[in-house]
T-cell receptor, first 115, second 117 residues
Framework: DTEVTQTPKHLVMGMTNKKSLKCEQH?????MYWYKQKAKKPPELMFV???????INESVPSRFSPECPNSSLLNLHLHALQPEDSALYLC??????????????FGPGTRLLVL | AQKITQTQPGMFVQEKEAVTLDCTYD???????LFWYKQPSSGEMIFLIY??????QNATEGRYSLNFQKARKSANLVISASQLGDSAMYFC??????????????FGRGTSLIVHP
């Protein structure tokens, strides 16, 4: 089963709201990723967790706060977002984060609109 | 310099025909992996096929095959017998064997494929 689930599918929030995106995988993968994707652009890496520890933060603004409560779950906490943060947020997982063969499996994404 | 180049922003193909989506890459590392993903309008990125730099044969997965030309640094995706459901964005990606750090995947800009009936 190569399934990564994400909730919610759609999210509309105001600039003062606090919300969270959730990602879950049950493939026993030890690496999890958050990507941001604007329309007709490639996904941009935001964060990488490896064995539940944050291993990469691609200079993401602090209004995005990742959390990995356990090896199956990855959250992205959102606070005081800007309209330009509106995008598709994709979660992915892979067996490990190192290795040229590591295939990432993606979730369906959360479409976020910030008003 | 871009590590992954997809020069075709958009491609059109007739149903049941074959289509080739181009991907060239740039790396000085002898060890790397190349991936193709499909992204329908629903948003999910679907893994299609993988080719390792040391693999002797071109990868194939059902209707998908990868035309790997190492000397030219190209890894083109060939879709045979196109179906209407193949209409999507297609991304080429690479993982390099960077020693001492994470193998962060790099994505190309993507090619939009439209299959006509």
């Amino acid at each position: 089963d190569t399934e990564v689930t994400q909730t919610p599918k759609h999210l509309v929030m105001g600039m003062t709201n606090k919300k969270s995106l959730k990602c879950e995988q049950h493939m026993g993968h030890r690496a999890m990723y958050w990507y941001k994707q604007k329309a007709k652009k490639p996904p941009e890496l935001m964060f990488v967790y490896s064995y539940e520890k944050l291993s990469i933060n691609e200079s993401v603004p602090s209004r995005f706060s990742p959390e990995c409560p356990n090896s199956s779950l990855l959250n992205l906490h959102l606070h005081a977002l800007q309209p330009e943060d509106s995008a598709l947020y994709l979660c992915a997982s892979s067996q490990e984060d190192s290795g040229i063969k590591e295939t990432q499996y993606f979730g369906p994404g959360t479409r976020l609109l910030v008003l | 310099a871009q590590k992954i180049t997809q020069t075709q922003p958009g491609m059109f193909v007739q149903e049941k025909e074959a289509v080739t989506l181009d991907c060239t890459y740039d790396t000085s590392d002898p060890s790397y992996g190349l991936f193709w993903y499909k992204q329908p309008s629903s948003g999910e990125m679907i893994f299609l096929i993988y080719q390792g730099s040391y693999d002797q044969q071109n990868a194939t997965e059902g209707r998908y095959s990868l035309n790997f030309q190492k000397a030219r640094k190209s890894a083109n995706l060939v879709i045979s017998a196109s179906q209407l459901g193949d209409s999507a964005m297609y991304f080429c990606a690479m993982r390099e064997g960077i020693s001492g750090g994470s193998y962060i995947p790099t994505f190309g800009r993507g090619t939009s494929l439209i299959v006509h009936p």
